[in-house]
């Protein structure tokens, strides 16, 4: 079984400063890892993903993550963020393909907040 | 690619009642996911199909949950004898093959009086 587990429920911010949402996976197998953005009312988005190669990957609007195997984190990152920015952040894994459904398991969530 | 389509978004209903939510994958996406999210959690996995074949399911889905995708493509989703507990947003994601990323709907937001 897999789990994820995100450190923060929520983040406030000031407007252009760095941010970090930490997320830490349990997994007995080799996983995928995701971070999802969600806004009000709305389905998730794909902000970033690892599968394989260079351990960090970086999104097209600035943020990145760092897959760390050894700390079984996955840690996101933003140098400077924008008011746009606040929304509901979430962490997921799922197996690799070998069989099954592969199926995204969440962590419950970090709601970043940018103050002006 | 015009997303993944669910329909209604809202739906209110009377406790007892039954309710059937669709969804619509993007085109050439013949894997299908089912997840419920409730109020301040991450969303929680409920079904998988491959086409039309329903080949996992979660223990959340109870006996009055059913889902089908009769020809491979459009799913839905049915709740026989709706509960408080079923209130939630219920999000469907398809995915076009196991090495590309699940694709998210809007959701369907359930609210039981």
């Known amino acids: 079984a897999q789990s994820v587990t995100q450190l923060d429920s929520q983040v406030p911010v000031f407007e252009e400063a760095p941010v970090e949402l930490r997320c830490n996976y349990s997994?007995?197998?080799?996983?995928?890892l995701f971070w999802y953005v969600q806004y009000p009312n709305q389905g998730l988005q794909l902000l970033l993903k690892?599968?394989?190669?260079?351990?960090l990957v970086e999104s097209i609007n600035g943020f990145e993550a760092e897959f760390n195997k050894s700390q079984t984190s996955f840690h996101l990152r933003k140098p400077s963020v924008h008011i746009s920015d606040t929304a509901e952040y979430f962490c997921?894994?799922?197996?690799?393909?070998?069989?099954?459904?592969?199926?995204?398991?969440f962590g419950q969530g970090t709601r970043l907040t940018i103050n002006p | 690619d015009t997303g993944v389509s669910q329909d209604p978004r809202h739906k209110i209903t009377k406790r007892g009642q039954n309710v059937t939510f669709r969804c619509d994958p993007i085109?050439?996406?013949?894997?299908l996911y089912w997840y419920r999210q409730t109020l301040g959690q991450g969303p929680e996995f409920l079904t998988y199909?491959?086409?039309?074949?329903?080949?996992?399911k979660s223990r959340l889905l109870s006996d009055r949950f059913s889902a089908e995708r009769p020809k491979g493509s459009f799913s839905t989703l049915e709740i026989q004898r709706t509960e408080q507990g079923d209130s939630a947003m219920y999000l469907c994601?398809?995915?076009?093959?196991?090495?590309?990323?699940?694709?998210f709907g809007d959701g369907t937001r359930l609210s039981i009086l």
């Open positions: 994601a398809s995915r076009k093959n196991s090495n590309q990323p699940q694709h």
């Open positions: 997994s007995s197998v080799s996983v995928y």
């Open positions: 690892y599968l394989s190669g260079s351990t």
């Open positions: 997921a894994v799922s197996d690799r393909p070998i069989q099954g459904a592969q199926k995204l398991v």
């Open positions: 085109s050439e996406h013949n894997r």
């Open positions: 199909f491959q086409n039309e074949a329903q080949l996992e």
